[in-house]
């Protein structure tokens, strides 16, 4: 059940953070800190697996 739950908490921050990167072009105000929080986003959907998987190593 956790992995299942790891793999859609991931998926929702990669698809949201896409979303946030494409939108921010269009965005009418605060451009910079939309495509930031996409990225960040972006960077914290590959984060996650690879510190569950470390902490499943011990």
Do not use: D, K
Not at 46 to 55: M, N
């Amino acid at each position: 059940m956790a992995v299942i739950m790891q793999f859609l908490l991931t998926m929702i921050f990669l698809v949201g953070g896409i979303f946030l990167v494409g939108i921010a072009q269009e965005a009418p105000a605060f451009n910079a800190l939309i495509f930031i929080g996409g990225i960040l986003s972006i960077c914290l959907a590959f984060f996650i697996p690879f510190t569950v998987a470390r902490r499943g190593m011990r």
